[in-house]
């Protein structure tokens, strides 16, 4: 059964850190392209992050460039989300996604992405 399981939410003090990790099994992710995305209580789900398979390219939603740093280790097939500075408006349910394309065209859609994790929640108090 093919899955990716995330891990590393919780909480946490505005201005602090927080590592995600999405480790995949069931078969190798390292020829796709992944993405992280959240969705806040009572909004619609939105983009994080992308990286493609060679981590080559990578993309970031606006509110997040330069706080959170994506990445993956392809020997490990896990993807990685480091997340500094964080703020209350950080606070949702994170999920990560593989696509079945190695680089997406519009890794910001959540269409280009066929296989998702149950998610891990992250709240920052303030």
């Known amino acids: 059964q093919v899955q990716l399981v995330e891990s590393g939410g919780g909480l946490v003090q505005a201005g602090g850190s927080l590592r995600l990790s999405c480790a995949a099994s069931?078969?190798?992710?390292?020829?796709?392209?992944m993405g992280w995305f959240r969705q806040a209580r009572g909004k619609e789900q939105e983009f994080v992050a992308s990286?493609?398979?060679?981590?080559?390219?990578?993309y970031y939603a606006d509110s997040v460039k330069g706080r959170f740093t994506i990445s993956r280790d392809n020997a490990k097939n896990t993807m990685y989300l480091q997340m500094n500075s964080l703020k209350p408006e950080d606070t949702g349910v994170y999920y990560c996604?593989?696509?079945?394309?190695?680089?997406?065209?519009?890794?910001?859609?959540?269409?280009?992405?066929?296989?998702w994790g149950q998610g891990t929640q992250v709240t920052v108090s303030s």
């Open positions: 996604a593989a696509s079945q394309w190695p680089t997406p065209e519009n890794p910001g859609f959540p269409y280009e992405y066929n296989t």
């Open positions: 069931g078969r190798t992710f390292s020829s796709n392209g």
């Open positions: 990286i493609n398979w060679t981590g080559g390219s990578i």
